[in-house]
């Protein structure tokens, strides 16, 4: 019965998808058709296997999951998560130092959902991907860490505090210091303003490049197995997504200083 149930949940995506949507609420048989791909048998077979398996039920024209389904796919849903997150870019996370994730946000990777790898070319290498950039001129919260210095973000900063933006920022020391002493006007916004607060992360054990969220967009790097920064940064635009960077962020922020 292990295998079967594991087999029938894994090796068909119509499976899958059909059980996934089901958790949300009962649907229709058109309902289940509308929201897969392949023709009308082959997705009916599909749940005649679901349904002699014990998972699924009909009550009258929608089917819903048994109390075995629910149970089967409250366990199984995070795995699934994850391994959408992990296999669509398995060459990337492969590559990646993970070291800065606490365990109980690497075990919510998979709130990461569908997610975008930014590559800049050599000619924007120091900047923000556009995605955030768009997003910093409409949110109203934002929150950033950085451990490199990013010659565009001094004034991205102080544009964000002029407007009284809800926004924290968390910095290396060194990040921090080339921020007061090089870009004192934009330093001053940030401090002068009531809604903007920046702290000092001492901790070089949190190996992180950068971490944004602000309403709409989740951004995250990660330095490489190797120890090198290459530019290469993570986006989301799932809610789920953004409630995990918000979670990563309070994490570094127990960790750190706040600059007075």
Not at 64 to 86: A, D, F, H, Q, Y
Request: glycine share 4%; hydrophobic share 35%.
């Amino acid at each position: 019965m292990k295998a079967e149930l594991i087999s029938t949940v894994f090796l068909s995506e119509k499976r899958k998808k059909t059980l996934l949507m089901l958790m949300d609420k009962p649907a229709t048989v058109d309902e289940i058709k509308d929201s897969l791909t392949g023709t009308t048998s082959a997705i009916m077979a599909q749940v005649k296997i679901l349904y002699e398996q014990g998972l699924i039920e009909q009550n009258e024209d929608k089917y819903r999951l048994t109390s075995i389904g629910k149970i089967v796919m409250k366990k199984i849903k995070p795995l699934i998560e994850t391994l959408n997150v992990l296999e669509d870019n398995k060459d990337y996370w492969d590559s990646r130092n993970m070291s800065a994730i606490p365990e109980f946000l690497l075990d919510r990777i998979g709130d990461l959902g569908e997610v975008m790898i930014h590559e800049p070319d050599l000619n924007h290498l120091f900047e923000p991907p556009k995605a955030l950039l768009t997003s910093l001129k409409q949110t109203e919260n934002v929150c950033t860490f950085y451990s490199y210095f990013c010659p565009t973000c001094p004034d991205n900063y102080a544009e964000l505090a002029k407007k009284e933006v809800n926004y924290n920022l968390i910095l290396t020391r060194p990040v921090y210091e080339r921020l007061r002493d090089e870009y004192k006007e934009q330093h001053d916004a940030m401090m002068n303003s009531k809604n903007s607060h920046m702290y000092i992360c001492d901790d070089n054990s949190l190996k992180l490049g950068a971490l944004s969220v602000t309403d709409d967009i989740m951004l995250i790097a990660f330095f490489n197995k190797d120890g090198i920064f290459d530019h290469k940064k993570v986006l989301s635009f799932e809610e789920s997504a953004r409630r995990w960077g918000v979670d990563l962020f309070q994490y570094y922020r127990e960790k750190s200083e706040k600059v007075k």
